[in-house]
């Protein structure tokens, strides 16, 4: 008798196994795209004290790339500026907005954020950080409401996503190479060609989404300001922004777009180091603007139907000017003063 070599010796043992394979994940509803752009320029200092001029016009520029660049729809995106009285960039508008870009998410969404003003250190209080102190945003209201860590952002914005869930973020603000306590960190090599993954064993991965971020500079680094005409921009801007404005195209892998923003910076004499960490591994030679962890980029979000979630519920602000500048071991200019 001849022996099939083809057929399954044990079919009952193959299907009970095939049975303990968990089904894939259904999102409960629609997909949802939603994004968060933060512009603070501290029109509550006075100039030359801390108050900056080009981060309003940051997330004018991050509106022009989700919109053209991501496919984001106008009624996708939330907005918090310091020159607009009910979009006021306070703590706790800051923290009610990332939870709505981050509550009830998924899988199938896809989320952004944007962050353009000051950034600052504090001492590290749970041992997570190996230079000893903790990055932060500083919101329009720091002077009473205080900073936000990057361990609070990480518990806002990382730990509650689901698997299946993705989420870019961009932050133009000094001390920021950490500044969301992601476990992956892209190193480049020492010819600036080649690229590496290193994993931080102070920070165990607590999040199952797709978190990838770009961030200005190093956390010992500060980030810089354009002045208007330099760098070919008509307006003050974030060098880091300017950067990626120049830099990002729908099919630029995550390698190419940081070695490019690193060579733009570099060419243009700017010594702040762009940086690209995540916190799952990443897949470096994916599209960032299409990114999958898999291949070489997800379907197009124009071929997707995304469903539009209402904004937030933002909470007047009564921030008064000119009370005192922020010093400077507190605060580094998110972009410099």
Same mark, same amino acid.
């Given at each position: 008798?001849?022996?099939d070599l083809g057929a @399954? ?12 394979? #968990? ?5 409960? %509803? ?27 016009? &940051? ?14 729809? &106008?009624?996708?995106i939330c907005r918090l500026?310091?020159? %607009?009285?009910?979009?006021? $960039? ?9 939870? !709505? ?5 998924? $899988? ?17 209080? &749970? ?11 500083? #919101? @329009? ?24 869930? %993705?989420? !870019? ?40 989404a797709e978190v990838i ?60 180091? #762009? ?17 999958? $962890? ?44």
């Open positions: 008798k001849f022996v @399954c010796f044990m079919p009952e043992a193959q299907a009970a196994a095939e049975s303990l394979v #968990p089904a894939p994940i259904k999102p409960s %509803r629609a997909p949802v795209r939603k994004a968060l752009t933060v512009g603070i320029n501290y029109f509550c200092l006075q100039p030359g004290q801390g108050q900056l001029s080009g981060c309003i016009n &940051d997330s004018d520029t991050i509106v022009g790339i989700l919109k053209d660049t991501f496919g984001f729809q &106008d009624s996708q500026r310091d020159d %607009r009285a009910n979009m006021m $960039p306070t703590k706790a508008n800051i923290l009610a907005a990332l939870r !709505w870009l981050t509550s009830e998410a998924v $899988p199938g969404d896809e989320l952004f954020l944007h962050y353009s003003g000051h950034g600052g250190q504090v001492k590290d209080k &749970d041992g997570d950080e190996e230079s000893g102190m903790d990055d932060t945003l500083i #919101p @329009c209201d720091f002077q009473h409401a205080g900073q936000i860590t990057d361990d609070e952002l990480h518990t806002h914005i990382v730990e509650p996503l689901p698997k299946g869930v %993705r989420m !870019w973020v961009i932050l133009d603000c000094c001390h920021s190479g950490t500044a969301l306590d992601l476990p992956y960190k892209v190193q480049v090599g020492d010819t600036g060609k080649h690229v590496q993954l290193s994993k931080s064993k102070l920070r165990p991965k607590g999040g199952q971020m770009i961030s200005g500079c190093q956390d010992t680094q500060t980030s810089a300001d354009v002045s208007a005409g330099s760098m070919g921009v008509a307006q003050a801007a974030g060098a880091m922004t300017t950067a990626l404005r120049n830099c990002i195209s729908p099919t630029v892998s995550c390698q190419d777009l940081l070695l490019r923003m690193r060579d733009y910076l570099n060419s243009n004499t700017y010594a702040q180091v #762009p940086q690209m960490s995540s916190e799952q591994y990443i897949n470096l030679e994916s599209s960032f603007v299409t990114y999958s $962890p898999k291949g070489y980029g997800s379907p197009s979000a124009r071929d997707i139907q995304f469903a539009v979630s209402p904004h937030p519920q933002l909470q007047p602000a009564d921030v008064a000017p000119a009370i005192a500048a922020p010093q400077p071991a507190q605060v580094g200019g998110g972009v410099s003063p």
